[in-house]
């Protein structure tokens, strides 16, 4: 353990010395023995070292440090626990790993722990283990992995956990047959039968839900079962979210607890009903981040406790520390917002494959689509694929209309170019005579982006160059970076002062589809406004992907506009995303049989062709065989460096990679492009003190402007090299401090 650079002492006191006399520097165990070194009476007398890990997004400390533990606090600092530190001048938190006796600091020279946030050890070792890995591999610290694995504290919830615990401890003393408290009961859930099971339809479906459901050996956990899942779209009497229903019971059936990852909160609430129909609600947590802090913390904390042995949540949820753990399940692997937003960006996927590999889990990676990540673990025959055959899946799909055909061409001679064609039209009118009618668009808002009414050229914000949108009718245009109002706009190319709207959003939709039924009512679901639940009535629903709302009856009909646009955007998952979008829409409609109709606008003739035939699988395949010709992820592992030019290119010389790592750059880092690709401010390209606005906006745009990029491609065979060369030169340069900061992320597919 390495010197702590806080504690006091770090300058030897001035002392007269004789001139004559050499100085000799004795070995600690000699001035020790000498009696120049001894034990602090305020350490406890039972390992009195404490090593922590501190809570800093400094690279260099990315390290545990050592801390002596005062006789007060020897009760409560036990490993895992919160604790408060003395670092460089500052009380800082921190992560109390371990207890020791033994330190390469002298004990006097270890600075005591100032307290201890809370006597719960919310870390355990399986999560930090975890964590360290998940570090090691996006190239990122420690702390910041534990800062998104555990919530943060709510003193009261742990409060009312101490003095349960205390209770329950004098219960059991002054009487020893008192029976334990309920919530330590583990509740009995019964195994699916396979007859009633929705996984029979499946090849391979009933096999993995007879694994899980086996009984583990006491010397031997079994085998776990690793599989890529992809649900019927439209089968009558089950979803995706009842097969996960499904093996979480499974499950519990033998002993083992689940862990159920989704992307958003309308997917959390359909499991959690249907989790909750096959396992008692008592067993059942509910870990999402937009819950108020206290329920989820409770919940978090009854898991960790072993009180509740299903965590069902949104990406945080994959940490969950539920007890004798054996599956862990991750929905709709392809959703962006199962990647992390907060350095080191790690996915919801990749933390399920470390803790599966790490705990022996069994894994499921569960949806509608499937994504070359998820294909190339089949390939590697990691994973099995579970999907129903072309017969079944044939009767259990949409009807798919694709306007831009050549039939369709023929009878409508705009079915190619209309935003609304007259197919679509006819269809939605027919199936709103039954029930609800969904509208897929690109983007939310009124107008997202306008432009030069003569010359067509995008309109920009002239005080920080962003994007003007029109937010609502009748309002004036307002920069998407900074919300200024263009007062006075001019076009920069051919000064002409009027603009035309070059998208149209939901709420322009809306409004157009208004008119065009006026008898019907017109419910918009995107933004910060998002319908979870519907009722089975007629009504046009505009939705952006992913705010689609669940009709218990499903939907009627599917109307998918503005599929030209989303796979025109730039990136390389670009088709990939829209083909996963149009699938999660498509897979809410009733099937074919029962009068369900998908209407896709998009003259993109091989993503059509793909959800015409529903191979999400086989465009996997060949999405991975082309990455692989062209050494792109998921193919190869991959990782950008983004600061100045001269800075990137001294992190590359130090980092000395090996040669078989492809280097791209340093090049100019386009701002323009990524907005573009997100739809949002690329602040996480100015740095790490990036967000400034108003009066500062040309000053953060000049910084923007300097930002330079190298991107790296690598096997998965140096991978663990490469990533490690990494991290060390992030910390030597933090350290050292030589030149400007350059942040790395790894696994950047979405950044390509």
């Known amino acids: 353990m390495e010197h702590n650079p806080g504690s006091p002492g770090d300058q030897d006191p001035q002392q007269l010395e004789l001139p004559d006399l050499p100085r000799v520097r004795r070995r ?39 801390y002596g533990v005062p006789k007060d606090l020897a009760e409560a600092a036990q490993p895992g626990t919160r604790v408060r530190v003395r670092f460089g001048g500052r009380q800082l938190q921190g992560w109390l790993i371990e207890r020791t006796d033994q330190s390469e600091v002298p004990r006097e020279r270890l600075q005591p722990l100032i307290r201890v946030q809370s006597e719960l050890p919310v870390l355990t070792p399986a999560t930090l283990e975890i964590a360290r890995a998940v570090a090691a591999r996006c190239a990122g610290l420690v702390s910041d992995v534990l800062r998104a694995a555990v919530p943060p504290r709510v003193a009261s919830v742990e409060k009312q956990v101490v003095k349960a615990a205390a209770d329950t401890a004098e219960t059991e003393d002054s009487d020893a047959t008192a029976e334990k408290p309920d919530q330590d009961l583990v509740p009995v859930v019964e195994a699916p039968s396979l007859a009633e099971s929705a996984w029979t339809l499946y090849d391979g479906g009933d096999t993995v839900l007879e694994r899980l459901g086996q009984q583990p050996d006491t010397d031997s956990p079994g085998e776990p079962v690793r599989a890529v899942f992809q649900a019927l779209p439209s089968h009558p009497e089950h979803t995706a979210v009842d097969l996960v229903a499904q093996a979480v019971a499974a499950t519990r059936s033998a002993g083992r ?71 862990v399940v991750v929905m ?208 046009l629903v505009v939705a952006t992907p992913g705010a689609e709302p669940w009709v218990e009856g499903r939907y009627r009909a599917a109307l998918l506009l503005d599929g030209d646009r989303m796979l025109s955007r730039p990136g390389l998952r670009s088709e990939e995303e829209t083909l996963r979008r149009w699938f999660d829409a498509a897979a809410l409609v009733r099937r074919g049989a029962d009068g369900g109709s998908v209407v896709v606008t998009s003259e993109h003739e091989h993503a059509v062709n793909t959800l015409v035939r529903w191979d999400p699988a086989g465009h996997a395949i060949r999405e991975l065989a082309e990455r692989r010709t062209l050494l792109l992820p998921p193919a190869v592992r991959s990782a950008a460096l983004t600061g100045t030019v001269a800075a990137v290119q001294e992190f590359l010389e130090l980092a000395a990679l090996p040669d078989q790592v492809r280097v791209i750059g340093p090049a100019p880092v386009d701002p323009g492009a990524v907005e573009a690709m997100t739809g949002e401010v690329p602040t996480s390209l100015l740095g790490e003190s990036a967000g400034a606005t108003g009066a500062e906006g040309s000053s953060g745009a000049r910084r923007q402007d300097e930002q330079h990029r190298a991107l790296l491609f690598f096997g998965y065979g140096i991978a663990r090299e490469v990533t490690a060369r990494l991290r060390a030169v992030r910390s030597e340069t933090s350290a050292l401090r030589r030149f400007g900061p350059v942040h790395v992320r790894c696994d950047i597919a979405d950044l390509l």
Not at 33 to 60: F, K, M, N, Q
Not at 426 to 432: F, I, K, P, Q, T
């Open 332 to 539: 709709d692997d392809g959703d962006s917002s199962l990647t992390e937003r907060r350095a080191p960006y790690h996915h919801a996927r990749d933390v399920a494959l470390v803790r599966a590999e790490q705990e022996n889990l069994s894994l499921l990676l569960v949806g509608h689509s499937v994504t070359p990540e998820a294909q190339r673990l089949v390939d590697t025959g990691w994973a099995l694929p579970v999907r129903a055959d072309r017969e079944t899946l044939r009767a259990n799909m949409p009807r798919i209309v694709a306007t831009a055909d050549s039939w369709h061409r023929e009878r409508d001679s705009l079915a190619g170019r209309a935003r609304l064609p007259e197919t679509a039209f006819r269809v939605a009118r027919e199936a709103l005579e039954d029930g609800p009618v969904l509208v897929q668009v690109a983007r939310a808002g009124y107008a997202p982006t306008i432009a030069c009414e003569r010359c067509r050229t995008p309109a920009r914000c002239t005080a920080c160059d962003g994007p003007l949108t029109l937010p609502r009718s009748g309002g004036r245009p307002t920069c998407g970076w900074c919300s200024r109002e263009a007062l006075a706009w001019s076009c920069s190319v051919c000064e002409h002062r009027r603009w035309r709207m070059s998208s149209v959003g939901s709420q322009r939709t809306a409004e157009e589809l208004g008119r065009a039924f006026p008898q019907v009512p017109v419910i918009n679901s995107s933004g910060e406004r998002i319908r979870r639940v519907i009722d089975d009535e007629p009504a």
């Open 257 to 327: 607890g689940a862990v159920v990852v989704v992307p958003d909160a309308k997917t959390l609430d359909r499991v959690q009903a249907a989790v909750e129909a096959l396992v008692p609600s008592e067993d059942v947590a509910r870990l999402h981040s937009d819950d108020k802090p206290t329920p989820r913390y409770r919940a978090f904390v009854q898991v960790l406790q072993g009180h509740r042995r299903v965590a069902l949540g949104t990406r945080p949820a994959v940490w969950a520390p539920v007890k004798d753990a054996g599956l």
């Open 28 to 66: 600690p165990e000699a001035r020790r023995a000498a009696g120049h070194s001894h034990t602090p009476a305020y350490l406890a007398e039972t390992d009195p070292v404490a090593r922590v890990i501190v809570d800093s997004p400094v690279p260099h400390l990315d390290r545990p440090f050592d």
